[in-house]
């Protein structure tokens, strides 16, 4: 197990090392000159020169690459020319805000579809079955803008039981203790994933259900209820683990819309107003840690489901 | 346990008694009637064996019996008496507290029948928690007594083991284990041993048979083998289409064998004493639609001996002296005699292939040589197929970031040749690399070393251009034909197909040589329409066959032809084979784990174990007189459908399971399950040494003659 996960770790940090460079080669090839950026159109030639000159901005793509990596390594992600302010400082800020949505929003998911996909298992093809799956098709169809909007307008403008923008406080803190002003960009975030992750559960269920050891439970005398969580919970729980773990990624992306439609300050709004701002440090920032939570997500669900399913290791 | 030991030790009393028991299956608007009228009795301490064939309804009368009939099953009719108690319409709170406490179940092994997230000490311990109230620690205790009383080495290590951790022999041991940790008074053995080896088969079925004595159980053992039931069982039910065609005591049923169908089942069963010139009996046609309820004994369609009255009428149960009961309007007078029917070799092109029934006989059973057929249609004066040192190696699972990659010795220098017009049998068990061997033969695989030379030329070091038209001569025949079809392609599109590839004919022809081909394996022209699905196993074996033979090869590698069919059925594609084998002059080499098929089939023989030859010879050589220790054991281990069939002595079986062919043994691979095995066998490998002039061993201690099987 220990070697696994070593070996796991290892293909992990290869696999980041790629990632930053590609980005780092496809920024410089859409802006190889940061200081015409940061001073702007209007700035003379010299002064752009003079600022890639004092910045590093002159020297061989290599030369760059190295010098951050070095700086990445020593926690240094860059210094945002538009905000002012250190990447770092900026990222951390908001990321926490955007953790804490995401991971609401997809626990909530998890807490509802879990049951939900087993349940339509269990009572396959009766109306209960029936309706969840059509609800599921029309949910997953729904873009998430719109669903928002649509939630915006039945309970904030009909309705007015919730605000329609999120919390602006700084402090996850304030945040977490004003579940209301949270509750409608939770409860987008969520609904696409329960339409998705209890299709999901079912069909893994399902799966499960039609194996022999279901069978040789109840040949035991076990109780239906007993059947599912001492032996069916677990090994229907596994595909969906890990499809949440390569799911972190696409949850930040869908924070992109969720905290715009709802004027939520994460990094989805940083990564927006970088964009619109050309804010280049702050985007290739972003995108790295976009890809170093993708190929977290992906070892902890590979270590997760290793712990969990011992053939695992022998098979990988 | 012979039969005589069961009745022995038996206090008379009734366990079980199921009278006129029906079940029906409500599956969308058909609705199936697996078991019709079942009447069965089992006494203290006896074991019942079910035996059927697919669709009989012997499981789904043990899962009656358990309670557990699939969604949207019933019993319609009839009742279930255990020990006094009427199981039939019991609630599922009490009849749960009855399941796994006094009826168990053992299902056939498969990789999924444990939990694989679940340690087995746990899994094996949770009927005593549920039935018994155990502490966790008492029912852990008691699991351990358990494994070790199921022959799992070193139990105290094992209980925190994971399923996939176990070979399939001890996950058959530990699923028994979990079946009889409450000490039930029934235990009911769903083809306990179907998946398995037979030298393991041999093992758990013995340990079966020593349990229930030692516990004091009952036991049903449901089969489709003869063999199994011959040797197993006390009391015999034969099954045919959801009714009980015959039910007695066993060594009463067998000799005095009074349905028609049993005496017709037991002739199909190719033997390992069958003379070979001889055509199998087979039963025609194939079993009816169970969810028609047809007026008449089900089985008339299929009997020789059907007349108007079993059409017509349904035949009751006849009890005759010892409990002897049987369903037939005509019973017959004891078993079958053997059919008689010749094989023929094939008169020149353009005659009828002669079927059945007698015909123009040979002097001898001995069947046409390789060298009287190779004059005709070969080209070629060497040998058609030759192998030359093949050896082929699979990465193991995931290599290291670091560190050399674990391989799979799957084939480990294999050398035979194979004439032309001559069957070459390899048998071995599951995981000797029989099947690598044949995906070889027909350039499916590349080996990683050594050759194999058709005609002359060497196809393992052709480039796939080459190979293209070649394929053409060598043709592969699969086990499974359900997943060899295309489920998506009619008959005839599958049969024009490789037709179509090699760019033989108009689309026209090839629906004519579709047409022909089908006739060849005995479907109507009909079939060319359907799909995969509508036909039966049977039929879609025949199609595969003549799939193989479509572009007229000269080589057809047959990986496990028959496994998958019933005994009825399998007995037609096996005189099928044997006809197109002989009229066709093909070189074929069968793949088979089944001794008596290969017997049936071959010419020659190979046995291979982990990787090698260890045996070679010509059919009467190695079933006869077999060298090698191994050769012997498998022979020991298959269970004659004969009750009265002498036993191999214990000492002759082959005992454990397999080494793992990523680290096989030093020395002779054998060695560590041969109970000759002496420390030059563990340092030496033997090569494969003449016994005769077409009789090899590779042993350091070959078996003599008088020692072995004769």
């Known amino acids: 197990m220990t070697w696994y996960v070593l070996r796991r770790l290892a293909v992990s940090l290869l696999v980041l090392l790629g990632i930053s460079a590609v980005v780092f080669l496809m920024l410089h090839l859409v802006s190889d000159s940061p200081g015409r950026v940061v001073l702007g159109q209007r700035a003379s030639p010299e002064a752009v020169a003079d600022f890639n000159r004092e910045h590093g901005f002159d020297r061989p793509v290599v030369a760059q690459y190295v010098g951050y990596l070095g700086r990445l390594l020593q926690g240094d992600l860059g210094r945002s020319y538009k905000l002012n302010e250190d990447v770092g400082t900026l990222l951390a800020r908001n990321a926490g805000r955007s953790a804490m949505v995401s991971l609401a929003g997809l626990v909530l998911a998890l807490l509802i579809a879990v049951p939900l996909g087993i349940l339509q298992a269990v009572r396959r093809n009766s109306v209960v079955d029936r309706v969840a799956t059509a609800a599921s098709y029309v949910l997953y169809a729904t873009p998430s803008f719109l669903l928002g909007l649509l939630l915006i307008a039945v309970f904030s403008q009909t309705i007015p039981i919730f605000p329609a923008e999120a919390s602006q406080s700084h402090s996850p803190w304030v945040v977490f203790t004003d579940p209301r002003a949270m509750a409608l960009p939770v409860i987008t975030l969520a609904v696409t994933s329960i339409a998705v992750f209890a299709q999901y559960q079912r069909s893994a269920a399902l799966d499960q259900l039609g194996q022999d050891y279901i069978r040789v439970a109840r040949a035991k005398g076990l109780p239906e209820r007993l059947i599912l969580t001492r032996h069916l919970l677990r090994n229907a729980c596994l595909p969906l683990v890990m499809l949440v773990g390569t799911l972190v990624p696409t949850l930040l992306a869908g924070n992109l819309i969720v905290e715009s439609l709802f004027n939520y300050p994460g990094l989805g709004l940083l990564f927006l107003n970088s964009l619109q701002r050309e804010d280049y440090p702050v985007l290739l920032a972003y995108t790295l840690i976009g890809g170093v939570l993708t190929v977290a997500g992906n070892f902890v669900a590979d270590v997760v489901v290793a712990a969990a399913d011992r053939r695992i290791e022998l098979g990988a | 346990m012979s039969t005589a030991d069961g009745s022995a030790n038996t206090d008379g009393g009734r366990l079980?008694?199921?009278?006129?028991?029906?079940?029906?299956?409500?599956?969308?608007?058909?609705?199936?009637?697996?078991?019709?009228?079942?009447?069965?009795?089992?006494?203290?301490?006896?074991?019942?064996?079910?035996?059927?064939?697919?669709?009989?309804?012997?499981?789904?009368?043990?899962?009656?019996?358990?309670?557990?009939?699939?969604?949207?099953?019933?019993?319609?009719?009839?009742?279930?008496?255990?020990?006094?108690r009427e199981l039939v319409g019991l609630p599922a709170a009490r009849y749960r507290a009855i399941r796994g406490n006094d009826v168990a179940m053992v299902f056939q092994d498969s990789m999924t029948a444990l939990n694989p997230t679940k340690r087995i000490g746990e899994q094996v311990a949770e009927p005593v928690r549920l039935h018994r109230g155990a502490s966790k620690r008492e029912a852990r205790a008691r699991a351990e007594e358990m494994l070790a009383l199921v022959g799992l080495p070193r139990p105290a290590e094992r209980l925190d083991d994971f399923p996939h951790q176990l070979s399939g022999g001890m996950r058959q041991r530990v699923m028994i284990a979990m079946a009889l940790v409450c000490e039930p008074r029934l235990v009911i053995a769903d083809e306990p041993t179907t998946a398995l080896d037979v030298t393991v088969q041999a093992e758990i079925l013995d340990l079966l048979d020593d349990l229930r004595s030692r516990l004091g159980m009952s036991m049903i053992l449901v089969t489709h083998d003869m063999g199994v039931i011959a040797r197993h069982a006390d009391r015999v039910g034969v099954m045919?289409?959801?009714?009980?065609?015959?039910?007695?005591?066993?060594?009463?049923?067998?000799?005095?064998?009074?349905?028609?169908?049993?005496?017709?089942?037991?002739?199909?069963?190719?033997?390992?004493?069958?003379?070979?010139?001889?055509?199998?009996?087979?039963?025609?046609?194939?079993?009816?639609?169970?969810t028609v309820v047809r007026a008449g004994c089900p089985f008339a369609p299929r009997c020789a001996g059907a007349t108007d009255r079993c059409r017509a009428e349904l035949p009751p149960p006849v009890t005759e002296a010892g409990g002897h009961v049987h369903a037939c309007w005509h019973p017959a007078e004891g078993p079958a005699a053997r059919t008689r029917a010749r094989l023929v070799v094939p008169?020149?092109?353009?005659?009828?292939?002669?079927?059945?029934?007698?015909?123009?006989?040979?002097?001898?059973?001995?069947?046409?040589?390789?060298?009287?057929?190779?004059?005709?249609?070969?080209t070629a004066s060497g040998p058609r197929l030759r192998v030359v040192d093949l050896r082929r190696e699979h990465p193991a699972g995931g290599a290291g970031l670091f560190g050399g990659r674990r391989t799979v010795k799957a084939v480990s220098g294999v050398s035979f040749e194979v004439a032309a017009g001559e069957t070459f049998g390899l048998v071995g068990e599951s995981g000797c690399g029989k099947s690598s061997l044949g995906r070889m033969l027909v350039a499916l695989d590349r080996p990683?070393?050594?050759?194999?030379?058709?005609?002359?030329?060497?196809?393992?070091?052709?480039?796939?251009?080459?190979?293209?038209?070649?394929?053409?001569?060598?043709?592969?025949?699969?086990?499974?034909s359900n997943a060899s079809l295309d489920p998506r392609m009619r008959i005839g599109a599958i049969l024009r197909e490789p037709l179509a590839i090699q760019g033989v004919g108009t689309r026209a022809q090839r629906t004519a040589r579709a047409r022909e081909l089908l006739r060849d394996v005995g479907l109507p022209a009909s079939v060319l329409e359907r799909y995969p699905h509508e036909l039966s196993g049977g039929q879609r074996q025949r199609v595969g066959l003549a799939r193989a033979l479509a572009l007229d090869p000269k080589v057809l590698v047959a990986d496990e032809p028959v496994s998958a069919l019933d005994v009825s059925i399998r007995s037609q594609v096996l005189n099928l084979?044997?006809?197109?084998?002989?009229?066709?002059?093909?070189?074929?080499?069968?793949?088979?784990?089944?001794?008596?098929?290969?017997?049936?089939?071959?010419?020659?023989?190979?046995?291979?174990?982990?990787?090698?030859?260890?045996?070679?010879?010509?059919?009467?050589?190695?079933?006869?007189?077999?060298?090698?220790?191994?050769?012997?054991?498998?022979?020991?281990?298959?269970?004659?459908?004969?009750?009265?069939?002498?036993?191999?002595?214990?000492?002759?079986?082959?005992?454990?399971e397999p080494p793992s062919p990523v680290d096989p043994p030093s020395g002779c691979r054998f060695r560590t399950r041969c109970a000759l095995a002496t420390a030059l066998c563990g340092q030496e490998e033997p090569p494969l040494t003449p016994v005769t002039g077409t009789h090899h061993v590779a042993c350091h201690h070959p078996l003599g003659r008088e020692e072995s099987r004769s």
């Not at chain 2, 789904?60 to 009839?78: D, K, Y």
């Not at chain 2, 008169?347 to 046409?368: L, Q």
């Not at chain 2, 070393?449 to 043709?475: C, H, K, N």
């Not at chain 2, 080499?589 to 023989?605: E, G, T």
């Open chain 2, 347 to 378: 008169a020149p092109a353009g005659s009828e292939p002669t079927g059945s029934g007698p015909t123009a006989s040979e002097p001898t059973g001995s069947r046409p040589t390789a060298s009287e057929l190779a004059g005709s249609g070969s």
């Open chain 2, 240 to 290: 045919y289409a959801g009714r009980v065609a015959e039910t007695g005591p066993t060594s009463e049923l067998f000799a005095r064998t009074r349905h028609r169908y049993t005496q017709a089942l037991l002739s199909s069963i190719p033997s390992l004493t069958q003379d070979r010139g001889e055509e199998l009996f087979s039963i025609p046609g194939a079993p009816p639609d169970l």
């Open chain 2, 16 to 84: 079980l008694t199921i009278r006129d028991l029906s079940v029906e299956i409500r599956r969308g608007d058909r609705i199936v009637r697996p078991v019709r009228g079942v009447s069965l009795a089992l006494d203290r301490g006896e074991t019942l064996g079910i035996v059927g064939e697919t669709g009989s309804g012997k499981s789904m009368t043990g899962l009656a019996i358990m309670g557990m009939l699939p969604a949207g099953g019933r019993i319609t009719a009839g009742s279930i008496d255990l020990d006094g």
């Open chain 2, 448 to 480: 990683t070393s050594g050759e194999v030379i058709f005609d002359g030329e060497p196809v393992t070091r052709m480039s796939a251009r080459a190979l293209g038209p070649r394929r053409t001569e060598l043709q592969m025949m699969f086990q499974d």
């Open chain 2, 577 to 656: 084979m044997r006809r197109v084998q002989l009229e066709r002059g093909l070189s074929s080499v069968v793949i088979s784990h089944d001794l008596a098929v290969v017997r049936y089939l071959a010419d020659r023989v190979g046995v291979m174990y982990l990787g090698k030859l260890v045996e070679t010879g010509t059919t009467d050589e190695v079933y006869g007189s077999a060298a090698h220790p191994y050769t012997a054991g498998l022979l020991a281990a298959i269970p004659e459908a004969d009750p009265g069939a002498p036993r191999a002595p214990a000492a002759a079986r082959v005992r454990g």
